[in-house]
């Protein structure tokens, strides 16, 4: 049968396409369990203010706090006995707190919130270009639109959580001492370049599915 | 669009039905459809080739450039 017989009308079929359904599945699956997340997480918000729940738990800072030398352990005999020198320097530590009033305590848990607002909406786009490969038509300018769409989010994400609420918790924190050193909110430990990587990758990924998008209708009503 | 497809006419001249004419070529019919009604946006040189062998014609007698403005092609974006 010659290569004209193939019908050019209507979604393209693409071999492998019915493959995808589990991917939609899974993504399904993954939003649910974050928005059901996000839910709790803005009961939570709401039923933990101390002023009628005193008990409310800590919350925890990406914090470190820098020991004075005259503080910080010294290593044992017969461990240090292989090295030559040794010192400990700096000190990390996992800061737990609970804010005095409540709105700070709402703040910070408003901003965690966020993110996790952030990762549902880019599983909801995501969950739509899943959806349009499992029925073989992905190569569409309103896919090319999400995937942007969802770069920008992963972009926002990956600067937002060091960022923002880094800075919200110095501020919320400031001026907090230990031992007369200064509690600095450790920003790098929410920094993650594979974050920031993803953003990029898919922001590429949009520009090849809109360029896809005007191949298939190039191609589209060939005959 | 300024070209047009006179595959009616030549299927009426030859005598040949939109279902012959699919089966022999290899087109479906919707295709065929889609040609006849003027709303390719494109045809392939095989698809031509295939044609005019079946109907026994040259390419000038089904196609016909009808000078004029382009129409708008709407994109689904």
């Known amino acids: ?223 | 669009m300024p070209i047009k497809v006179h595959l009616d006419l030549m299927m009426v001249r030859r005598g040949v039905s939109l279902t012959d004419l699919s089966a022999r070529v290899g087109i479906t019919m919707a295709n065929l459809s889609i040609l006849k009604n003027n709303k390719a946006r494109a045809i392939r040189l095989g698809t031509l080739d295939a044609l005019c062998r079946e109907l026994d014609c040259q390419p000038g007698e089904l196609l016909e450039f009808v000078p004029g403005p382009p129409e708008e092609e709407a994109f689904d974006r």
Not at chain 1, 139 to 148: D, G, I, K, V, Y
């Open chain 1, 1 to 223: 049968m010659s290569d004209t017989s193939r019908e050019s009308h209507g979604p393209d079929r693409l071999r492998g396409a019915h493959g995808a359904g589990w991917l939609a599945r899974l993504l399904t699956l993954a939003t649910a369990a974050i928005g059901a997340l996000l839910v709790a997480g803005v009961l939570w918000l709401l039923v933990s203010c101390p002023l009628w729940w005193p008990g409310a738990p800590r919350l925890p800072l990406p914090a470190s706090v820098e020991l004075p030398a005259a503080a910080a352990p010294t290593p044992d005999p017969a461990a240090a006995a292989q090295l030559e020198d040794i010192a400990l320097r700096h000190l990390r530590a996992e800061v737990e707190v609970r804010f005095a009033g409540p709105w700070r305590q709402w703040l910070y848990v408003f901003f965690a919130l966020q993110e996790l607002a952030l990762l549902v909406v880019a599983l909801l786009l995501l969950r739509h270009v899943v959806s349009d490969l499992s029925r073989g038509n992905v190569f569409t300018h309103a896919n090319a639109r999400r995937l942007r769409w969802l770069g920008l989010v992963l972009l926002v994400e990956a600067i937002y959580a060091p960022g923002i609420s880094s800075a919200l918790s110095q501020w919320l924190t400031g001026g907090l001492t230990f031992a007369g050193e200064p509690l600095r909110i450790d920003w790098r430990q929410s920094l993650g370049g594979a974050g920031l990587a993803s953003a990029w990758i898919v922001l590429v990924l949009s520009e090849a599915f809109r360029q896809g998008a005007d191949l298939r209708e190039e191609q589209s009503l060939t005959v």
